[in-house]
């Protein structure tokens, strides 16, 4: 089961930042935060992942508490083809748990 | 570097026959993933195989599904007899394995059952 609880979906209009929240209060210390989108039937796509301290790459910023229980996944300036479900994945750092479980996502859709 | 390749990426079989499909991971990744998506569903995971072991197929069907990953070539995830309810999108992804490493997944195979 998905250790992560995300809202159905979100809207946003195109150019403005998109900041897409996650819950996961029972991660653990050895567990970190992923975050994938997977637009329309296309194979999952990786956007970053953290442990505890903020990341930023070319795609998105992630913003994890300091306590670890949430995170945020933020998209600087949406634009119509980051319309998609974003999932937000805590994985154990490596053995044989360390599969991404899929939940069911958030699903974005970004307005004109 | 190329990504992930699946291949075939649309699979077509009768009720009954066996569907093989493939998945060659990136340069240098030891560590393959296999997830189904049903119509309308999510990913769901199948199982973990690094070269020459399966570590984890706590999400395989009990029957008619197998996969591999051998010491030279592609993983292969095998669905013999297959039936209807067997049709949908085959995902894999693969890993170097080491902490603090991303997943990157293929395209897909789209299984279809007649």
């Known amino acids: 089961d998905a250790k992560t609880t995300q809202p159905t979906s979100m809207d946003c209009a195109e150019g403005r930042a998109a900041n897409l929240p996650c819950n996961h209060s029972?991660?653990?210390?050895?567990?970190?935060v992923y975050w994938y989108r997977q637009i329309h039937s296309q194979g999952p796509q990786y956007i970053i992942h953290?442990?505890?301290n903020n990341e930023t790459n070319e795609m998105a910023s992630l913003i994890i508490t300091e306590d670890r229980k949430s995170s945020t996944l933020i998209l600087p300036h949406a634009t119509l083809r980051d319309t998609a479900v974003y999932y937000c994945?805590?994985?154990?750092?490596?053995?044989?748990?360390?599969?991404?479980?899929f939940g069911k996502g958030i699903t974005l859709s970004v307005r004109p | 570097n190329a990504g992930v390749m699946q291949n075939p990426r649309h699979l077509v079989r009768r009720r009954g026959q066996e569907a093989r499909l493939r998945c060659s991971p990136m340069?240098?990744?030891?560590?393959v993933y296999w997830y189904r998506q049903l119509p309308e569903e999510g990913l769901k995971f199948m199982v973990y195989?690094?070269?020459?072991?399966?570590?984890?197929e706590s999400g395989m069907p009990k029957e008619r599904f197998s996969a591999e990953f051998p010491k030279e070539g592609p993983s292969i995830l095998r669905i013999q007899q297959v039936v209807r309810g067997d049709s949908a999108a085959y995902f894999c992804?693969?890993?170097?394995?080491?902490?603090?490493?991303?997943?990157?997944f293929g395209q897909g195979t789209r299984l279809t059952v007649v």
């Open positions: 992804a693969s890993s170097p394995g080491q902490e603090n490493t991303e997943a990157f």
């Open positions: 029972t991660i653990s210390g050895n567990e970190y």
């Open positions: 953290g442990l505890k």
């Open positions: 994945i805590v994985r154990t750092r490596t053995g044989a748990n360390s599969k991404l479980t």
């Open positions: 340069k240098g990744h030891s560590h």
């Open positions: 195989l690094q070269k020459e072991n399966i570590i984890d």
